[in-house]
C-alpha cells in the first residue's frame, strides 16, 4: 500500500512538471518553473560527472593499447662547479677622526676670524685672533732684556777665558742670560695661543662665536673644522663572524641616500667584543675623493666572509626534508633514454647561502642530474620523463 502512494505521488509530479528530459533547457528556462530547473541542473550535472567517468576510461585503454605510461614530466639541471663567494650583510655609520670643534686657548676678546663657513683651510693657517691684553708689549720688553742679559754674558765669558773676572760674575751672567730666554720662550708660547690655527687641513663647517665676543678656554667653541678626505665606516659584527670578518677583507659598501656603491676593504678589526649585543667593531676605510660622503652618513657594509671557488650551488626550492630532519633532492640516473630516466633521492647537506641558491657540502657532484621542476610531485625510484 504504502509503495502505491509513493508511485501515485511520485506521478502526479512528473505529471506537474512535465518530463524535462524531453525538453530543451531554452523550454524549460522559459517555463520560469523552479522545480523543473533544478530538476534538469541535477540530470545534467549527473551526466557531467557520468562523461568524465567514461573519458577517463577511455584514455586508460587507449593508454595501453599504444603501450604508453603517463610519467610525471619535470626539467633538470646540471650541476656545474662554480666560484661561491658568501657575503655578510651589516649596517655602517660613516665617520672622520678630523672632525673637532675648535676652542680658544686664551681668555680675551675675539678680535678676528679669518674663515667663512665651506671655506677650505691648510694645516697651520691662521683662522682667528684673540686679542693679547698687552703680551705682545711685554714680549719686546723681554727681547730686550734677553739682548742685554745675552750682551754682557758673552763678555762676561770672553773674560772668564782669558782669567780675568771671578767665575761668579760669569755665571751670574749665565743664569741671567737663560733666564731671559725662558721668560721670552714663555711669553712667545702665550701669545701663540692667542692665535686660532687649523690642526689639520679640512674644510670650516661652522663659524660658531662670531668677532668681538669674549672667549675662555674649554668654555667658548670658535669653529668646526671637518676633513672629509679621510673618511672611514665604523660597523658592529657579531662574534660568530670573528674568524672570518679579518684586516683586508673585501667590502661592498652602498649610500641608499647617494646612490652610490664602492669597493674597499676592512683597515681594522676591534680586539674588544661588546658584552651587551656580543659584536665587535669593525672600520672600513672609504675614499672621498667627490666629497659627497658626509659624517653620519648611513651606509649598507657586504663583506665577503667566506669563498669557496669549486662550490656545488642548487636553488633553495628544490630541497625537501624527510622526518629525521635530513635534506634531500632528486636526481635522475644518467642511463635516460628517449628522455625518460629514473629518479633517485639523495640526502645532502648544505652549507651558506647566498640569494635563492644554497651550497651543497655533500651528497652531490658535477655531471648530476638535479631535478628542478616537479621535484615536489616524484618518488623515489619513480620513472620521469624529461623536458628541458
Not at 288 to 315: E, F
Not at 323 to 347: H, M, P, R, T, W
Amino acid at each position: 500500500m504504502k509503495y502505491i502512494y509513493i508511485t501515485l505521488l511520485s506521478t502526479i509530479i512528473l505529471s506537474s512538471c512535465g518530463d524535462t528530459s524531453k525538453k530543451s533547457v531554452e523550454d524549460i528556462i522559459a517555463s520560469k518553473d523552479k522545480t523543473a530547473i533544478e530538476t534538469k541542473r541535477t540530470e545534467l550535472k549527473q551526466q557531467q560527472q557520468q562523461i568524465a567517468t567514461d573519458l577517463e576510461k577511455i584514455e586508460a585503454e587507449l593508454d595501453k593499447l599504444n603501450n604508453k605510461k603517463v610519467l610525471p614530466l619535470i626539467t633538470t639541471i646540471t650541476i656545474e662547479k662554480v666560484e661561491f663567494n658568501h657575503f655578510l650583510e651589516v649596517q655602517g655609520s660613516v665617520k672622520t677622526k678630523q672632525n673637532i670643534l675648535l676652542y680658544p686657548e686664551f681668555a680675551g676678546t675675539l678680535t678676528h676670524v679669518y674663515v667663512k663657513e665651506g671655506q677650505k683651510v691648510n694645516k697651520g693657517q691662521t683662522l682667528a685672533k684673540i686679542d693679547d691684553g698687552g703680551l705682545g708689549r711685554q714680549l719686546s720688553q723681554a727681547k730686550t732684556q734677553e739682548a742685554l742679559a745675552k750682551t754682557t754674558y758673552e763678555r762676561q765669558k770672553r773674560l772668564w777665558e782669558q782669567k780675568i773676572g771671578s767665575e761668579i760674575q760669569f755665571l751670574q751672567a749665565e743664569t741671567t742670560f737663560k733666564a731671559a730666554q725662558d721668560v721670552v720662550k714663555q711669553l712667545q708660547s702665550q701669545l701663540e695661543k692667542t692665535f686660532v690655527k687649523a690642526p689639520f687641513s679640512g674644510i670650516i663647517d661652522d663659524v660658531i662665536t662670531e668677532q668681538g665676543s669674549v672667549v675662555a678656554p674649554g668654555q667658548s667653541p670658535l669653529l668646526r673644522i671637518v676633513n672629509l678626505d679621510n673618511m672611514y665606516i665604523e660597523a658592529e659584527v657579531p662574534e660568530t663572524h670573528l674568524p672570518n670578518v679579518t684586516k683586508g677583507k673585501k667590502v661592498e659598501v652602498s649610500f641608499p641616500v647617494l646612490g652610490k656603491t664602492i669597493i674597499t676593504s676592512i683597515r681594522q678589526v676591534g680586539n674588544f667584543i661588546n658584552p651587551n649585543n656580543r659584536a665587535f667593531k669593525i672600520e672600513v676605510g672609504v675614499p672621498n675623493k667627490d666629497g659627497d660622503i658626509k659624517p653620519n652618513l648611513t651606509s649598507k657594509l657586504k663583506i665577503n666572509d667566506y669563498t669557496n671557488p669549486k662550490a656545488i650551488l642548487i636553488p633553495q626550492n628544490i630541497i625537501s626534508e624527510n622526518s629525521l630532519g635530513e635534506q634531500y633532492v632528486f636526481v635522475v640516473d644518467s642511463s635516460v633514454k628517449n628522455n625518460i630516466g629514473k629518479a633517485k633521492k639523495v640526502i645532502i647537506t648544505t652549507g651558506k647561502t647566498q640569494g635563492d641558491f644554497i651550497e651543497v657540502l655533500t651528497g652531490l657532484n658535477a655531471g648530476d642530474f638535479v631535478i628542478k621542476d616537479g621535484a615536489r610531485s616524484v618518488q623515489d625510484e619513480q620513472e620521469v620523463e624529461i623536458s628541458n
